[in-house]
């Protein structure tokens, strides 16, 4: 299992260093990962106040070139060398506002996973999608040419679900996954308005391997409690 939570554009430097030293203090299980993705100013403040634990740091995105002519991007090297584990990749927001598409997507998951970052890449269809049944081509499309890698993990965030308290029920996410993992097979995480009160339900999914979390990520509370109800012990 693995809980890892967005932050979004929420939490500067000093409030990710005060996060993250009481997420240091809180019962986190055992055999559940943890990941935190704060923005890139607040990279280096949450690699240093969780030094020495198990808690990993992500970014929220990395660019697909090693450096270079791209101003104000980042790339895989910068942030390994502050010590950051991994990027998420093609968030929906970044689809949706940023420019992204299913192929820099692609050349960034790639590149990152080439030079030794781990990748959570996100796919997910939106409401007008599924309501016009196009899921599975959504899907299809935006996972293809990925390999299975041991550094990969996939996360399925229905748009319509995300920041807007409407949950996939436990069903829909499992299909989903299913699917998802029938076209490549690495661990799958689910995203979308998973909540302290929802989580145990949804993680209950075999196909569910943990979430991608973002509002309920924000309070040191409400993630530790979501990290408990993804434990299977
Ligand atoms: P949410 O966001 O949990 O606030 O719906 C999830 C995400 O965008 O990763």
Redesign the pocket.
Known sequence: MLIAG?W?MFKGPAETGAFCRALRETDLPEDVDVVVCPPYVSLAAAVQALAGTEIGVFAQNVHWELEGPFTGEISAPMLAELGVYGA?IA???RRQFCGETDESARTRTRNALEYGLDVIV?VGETEWEREAGETEAVLRRQLADLEPNDRLVI?Y?PVW?????KTATPELAEHAHELIKSLVDVPVLY?????PDNAAELMAQPAVDGA??????LDVESFGAICRAASPS
């Open positions: 967005n979004k998420l968030h929906s927001e996100c996360a965030e679900a995300i920041g807007t308290g995203g979308g308005s998973v909540k991608l979390v973002g509002g309920a990520s």
